[in-house]
């Protein structure tokens, strides 16, 4: 089971590397035909993540300086970010694994599943976690690149 958790922090790794440098504006870019922009995506995939974690287990989910409603399902950004902002939501990016790890008594057991607390985070559901997460981190690849096209 940790192998799912060492993918998905090295999959934020990377995120948080490839989208390092960008301006406000670049984060805040919506490109023609997406209905959302970076950040976005960023902050959806820590929000999406943390409260499937959380609601299946006794984790809790870190508790971020930035409104996570921003970001939820059928959400769409309504307004710029600041750089504060952005910095926040990137930071946030590299918390979730390790608040996960460090919650209830997190144990590996043989039955593919993983004992936070009273409940069971089965290798389903990190499955569906680590293919959310692919979904965004492909857009925001192709994002990346209809940005710097748009300098």
């Known amino acids: 089971m940790n192998q799912y958790l060492e993918k998905l922090q090295q999959s934020r790794d990377a995120l948080h590397e490839m989208t390092d440098g960008l301006s406000v504006e670049q984060y805040n870019y919506i490109p023609e035909g997406y209905q959302n922009n970076i950040i976005w995506n960023m902050g959806h995939i820590i929000t999406v993540s943390e409260r499937i974690l959380s609601k299946n287990s006794d984790f809790i989910a870190p ?15 309504e307004k710029p970010l600041s750089r504060e902002d952005i910095d926040l939501v990137r930071n946030a990016l590299l918390q ?17 599943e993983i004992s936070a607390g009273n409940q069971k985070i089965t290798v389903g559901v990190l499955q569906f976690v680590l293919f959310h997460e692919n979904v965004h981190y492909k857009t925001i690849e192709k994002m990346l690149q209809l940005v710097k096209m748009n300098k």
Not at 63 to 77: A, I, Q, W
Not at 96 to 112: D, P
């Open 63 to 77: 508790v971020h300086n930035f409104d996570t409603e921003l970001f939820g399902k059928n959400k769409k950004p």
């Open 96 to 112: 979730t694994v390790s608040a996960f790890q460090e919650s209830k008594g997190i144990e590996e057991s043989k039955t593919m």
